[in-house]
């Protein structure tokens, strides 16, 4: 079925836009009409994605770029190159660029914790405000910033008290942030995925990703595409009462 066109004439930002759920979510923003700034670390992945964009009807444009959004001067770059190349701030910003580095709590390493609480947890920060910086800047009256969180934020997960504790920031932080912007008509919601069929759940052993999938209501792993559609419709003023939500998307999952 065609997307329906909710987003037309609008930019969006979308990180960790090389892989996975980012990848989903720049492409369906791009079907329903925006056009879509793809960040990534990895150069070669933003622009695979930028190619799969290029086929929109709608003649707009789409353009690459390389950040690791847990660096303040990388991000406050990003924000000047995107402004520079669109000539204006994205109204649209998915950040979803996230690591997991997992190990149980008594081999966890303080590198591995920092790691994975810098790129998730202040790499939303860092995103959140400068583009909720440029929007207010410009005078708008209309933004829609979304976070990918994680169901293990909410329950813990066993392995992952570095990543479990990043999307649990994430969350509190884009509450925090829909608070202090709706002032300024910039809305601000975290989207918390289960399990989802990507590159970063590749990582995960078979068996247990077997024993995920038997917990799961609705009887399967997601797909990237069921996390953008969620994204797409919280972009779009079909969401336009939706502040400070957190919304979980995990066939049903509750451990
Ligand atoms: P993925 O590994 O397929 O994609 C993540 C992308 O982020 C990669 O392209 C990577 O290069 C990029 N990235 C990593 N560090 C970066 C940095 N510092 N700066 C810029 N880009 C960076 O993973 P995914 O499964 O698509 O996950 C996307 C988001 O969804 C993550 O935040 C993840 O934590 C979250 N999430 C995933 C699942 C799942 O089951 N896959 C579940 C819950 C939440």
New binding site residues.
């Given amino acids: 079925m065609a997307a329906p066109l909710r987003l037309l004439g609008r930019l969006a930002v979308v990180?960790?836009?090389?892989?996975?759920?980012?990848?989903?979510v720049a492409q369906r923003l791009a079907r329903e009409g925006a056009a879509v700034a793809v960040?990534?670390?990895?150069d070669s992945?933003?622009n695979e994605t930028v190619q799969t964009l290029s086929s929109d009807q709608l003649g707009h444009e789409h353009a690459a770029f390389?950040?690791?959004?847990?660096?303040s001067e990388?991000v406050e770059r990003l924000m000047n190159q995107i402004q520079s190349r669109f000539s204006r701030p994205p109204c649209i910003s998915v950040?979803?660029?996230?690591?997991?580095m997992d190990e149980f709590l008594l081999r966890q390493t303080e590198e591995a914790f920092d790691l994975v609480l810098?790129?998730?947890l202040k790499?939303?920060f860092l995103i959140t405000q400068a583009v909720a910086r440029a929007l207010v800047a410009s005078g708008t009256t209309r933004g829609s910033i979304i976070n990918?969180?994680?169901?293990?934020g909410k329950v813990g997960n066993v392995g992952q008290t570095n990543?479990a504790a990043?999307?649990a920031g994430?969350e509190a932080l884009t509450k925090t942030a829909a608070k202090e912007l709706a002032r300024y008509g910039i809305r601000c919601n975290t989207?918390?995925?289960?399990?989802?069929?990507?590159?970063?759940?590749?990582k995960?052993p078979q068996k247990v990703l077997d024993k995920f999938a038997g917990m799961i209501p609705l009887g399967r792993?997601?797909n990237?595409s069921d996390?953008a559609d969620v994204c797409a419709f919280l972009a779009s003023d079909d969401s336009g009462y939706i502040t400070g939500a957190s919304i979980e998307v995990t066939g049903g999952v509750f451990l």
């Avoid at 390389?66 to 660096?71: F, G, K, Q, R, Y």
């Avoid at 989207?191 to 590749?202: C, H, S, Y």
């Fill in positions: 990180t960790g836009g090389g892989s996975g759920i980012g990848r989903a960040v990534d670390l990895n992945a933003a390389v950040a690791d959004v847990s660096a990388n950040n979803s660029a996230g690591v997991t810098k790129v998730n790499g939303t990918i969180g994680s169901i293990v990543y990043s999307k994430v989207v918390l995925p289960g399990f989802i069929d990507t590159p970063m759940t590749e995960v792993l997601g990237p996390v």
